[in-house]
């Protein structure tokens, strides 16, 4: 009988023991994982680029870049106009969409109420739009004519000075995305305008 509560006593302290390692372990696992940093979410639910906290104008078109606010970057009428405008095109193609069409009448309207004000126009092709043979024969031919596209759009539709506008185009020179997929290939298919007053 002694034996046996000897042993009973033994089999306790041992659980009790075990026990006791389990709760350490488990408690260095605690401690452990508190210490892992945190991700804080930041919100843009319109995709301009600036969070919802601080976004005043909720909302911002895809194409229009926006100011520090949010807000699309057309300055006060008292400092003169800055306008940015961006527009996006189908694989080999020069054509402008209706979207980018109405976008681009906002942008003359400015244009005519600020009569000094010149735009510089920038396009650019993707990787895939761009042939080793058209690099040599015709380097650039795609964007340039995109280019065009938005020069001859804004003094055919808005009767903008020709001499107020200048091109550029930059073939596949200058991405501003990945061309390692379809999407950032079809964000490098685009124009960039930037409109202001010297």
């Known amino acids: 009988m ?9 089999i306790l302290v041992s659980a009790l023991a075990l026990s006791a ?6 408690q260095n696992e605690a401690t452990q994982t508190t210490d892992l940093p945190v991700a804080k979410v930041i919100l843009d639910s319109d995709g301009d680029g600036v969070p919802d906290d601080i976004d005043e104008c909720p ?7 926006p100011d520090e606010q949010g807000c699309p970057s057309y300055s006060d009428d008292n400092l003169g ?6 527009a996006f095109f189908a694989k080999g193609s020069s054509e402008l969409s209706k979207e980018y069409q109405l976008e681009l009448d906002k942008v003359a309207q400015k244009l005519q109420e600020y ?5 510089r126009i920038e396009a650019h092709a993707s990787t ?25 759009y804004l003094i055919m539709q808005h009767q903008i000075d020709p001499n107020r506008l200048s091109t550029a185009s930059y073939g596949a020179q200058r991405p501003i995305a990945s061309s390692d997929t379809e999407e ?5 298919r685009r124009v960039y305008g930037l409109a202001q007053e010297p």
């Open 81 to 86: 106009v800055k306008i940015e405008y961006r």
């Open 115 to 119: 009569n000094t004000a010149t735009m």
């Open 128 to 152: 895939d739009e761009v042939s080793a043979v058209d690099a040599v024969l015709q380097p650039n031919a795609l964007s340039r004519n995109r280019a065009l596209i938005v020069k001859n």
């Open 21 to 26: 390692c389990q709760t350490s372990v488990s």
């Open 184 to 188: 950032g290939r079809s964000m490098n």
């Open 59 to 65: 909302g911002t078109p895809i194409n229009i870049v």
């Open 2 to 10: 002694k034996t046996q509560l000897g042993n009973a006593f033994l």
